[in-house]
């Protein structure tokens, strides 16, 4: 599945970096933090800019769903952009318990053999839900302008 993450280091980072070439050879995008329906509408502007129908493209929603607001978010897509979903943690938590909230995130890698290791960090859409070190989270805010 050719979909890209767009909260790496913020939509709106990502957003404005995407190019055409990336636009069109990613089958959509992965919306999982921040608000839905904004995320929606800016990307379908983004889409347009780049001269792409945002009605070939896909929108794969999976931040902490439930059935009523999927529903929600198909109706405001419909006639704008195609959606999926991923409520993993609503349907899979039938026990009647409060679900807990524990996410794996990557936290170092190498891109080949010869290089050394390095950290990784997320900047997350939702405030507070940034991951990483303290110290490489701050580089990457100062660095992308954020802070």
């Not at 290089?115 to 997320?122: A, F, G, L, T, Y």
């Not at 997350?124 to 992308?144: M, R, W």
């Amino acid at each position: 599945m050719g979909i890209a993450l767009s909260d790496t280091y913020t939509s709106g980072i990502f957003l404005n970096n995407l190019s055409r070439k990336q636009a069109k050879l990613f089958d959509g995008v992965r919306c999982d933090s921040g608000n839905e329906f904004e995320f929606i509408d800016s990307l379908v502007s983004r889409y347009k800019e780049l001269g792409i129908d945002a009605t070939t493209k896909t929108i794969v929603f999976s931040n902490a769903l439930d059935f009523t607001k999927a529903l929600e978010i198909q109706e405001y897509c419909k006639n704008k952009i195609r959606c999926s979903f991923g409520i993993g943690t609503n349907l899979t938590n039938d026990t009647g318990f409060e679900p807990s909230n524990i996410v794996m995130k990557l936290t170092q890698c190498k891109m080949n053999v010869n290089q050394e290791w390095r950290e990784c960090i997320k900047l997350s859409d939702d405030e507070g839900k940034h991951t990483g070190s303290p110290e490489e989270v701050q580089a990457c805010l100062h660095e992308l302008r954020l802070n």
